[in-house]
T-cell receptor, first 116, second 113 residues
């Protein structure tokens, strides 16, 4: 089946710095990918839809200038958390769907971000 | 997307069948029922999906009521590795379409030795 690779799996950064998270579709092309955030003991919350070659679509309440999304190729989307603060510490997950597949979406393994 | 309702938690004895219910009373005729699970600190994993017929694969069985307003995911012989949060999601399965997938709270299944 389809594989979505996410990197890094864990990252610790200092407050005020930026962190980039990569999401790759390994064996298929994905014109659309999705980014989620998950706080402890909560469900996944959709942050934005990443569209190859165009601007991302952000969910209500998500700051687009803080969470920069770039989908420059058909297999790679990146999420950059800019000027990170401790409240941005969370589990970030991406997903994509293999074209023509009816088994739904494939999710990355997630990135645990800790801002200190 | 139609909303779903699931019990927040369930326990199941190891080796027994785990039956996880989901209500989706506002499901529309072309929406599929999907089940995913999330083991702690991992990304969600696809389990099974169906439209109106019952489905079975190597992981689980999916029973959908005739009126499609509810469904049950069955893990026939639960193991400790099945301890996870299980999400029931209703979504369109259009080939080439990209529907947003939104998650509810899911059911936290605890398999007990």
């Amino acid at each position: 089946g389809a594989v979505v690779s996410q990197h890094p799996s864990r990252v610790i950064c200092k407050s005020g710095t930026s962190v980039k998270i990569e999401c790759r579709s390994l064996d298929f092309q994905a014109t659309t990918m999705f980014w989620y955030r998950q706080f402890p003991k909560q469900s996944l919350m959709l942050m934005a839809t990443s569209n190859e070659g165009s601007k991302a679509t952000y969910e209500q309440g998500v700051e687009k200038d803080k969470f920069l999304i770039n989908h420059a190729s058909l297999t790679l989307s990146t999420l950059t958390v800019t000027s990170a603060h401790p409240e941005d510490s969370s589990f970030y997950i991406c997903s994509a769907r293999e074209p023509g597949a009816h088994y739904g979406y494939t999710f990355g393994s997630g990135t645990r971000l800790t801002v200190v | 997307d139609a909303k779903t309702t699931q019990p927040p938690s369930m326990d199941c004895a190891e080796g027994r069948a785990a039956n996880l219910p989901c209500n989706h009373s506002t499901i529309s005729g072309n929406e599929y029922v999907y089940w995913y699970r999330q083991i702690h600190s991992q990304g969600p994993q696809y389990i099974i999906h169906g439209l109106k017929n019952n489905e079975t694969n190597e992981m689980a069985s999916l029973i959908i009521t005739e009126d499609r307003k509810s469904s049950t995911l069955i893990l026939p012989h639960a193991t400790l590795r099945d301890t996870a949060v299980y999400y029931c999601i209703v979504n369109l399965a259009r080939s080439g379409g990209y529907q947003k997938v939104t998650f509810g709270i899911g059911t936290k299944l605890q398999v007990i030795p």
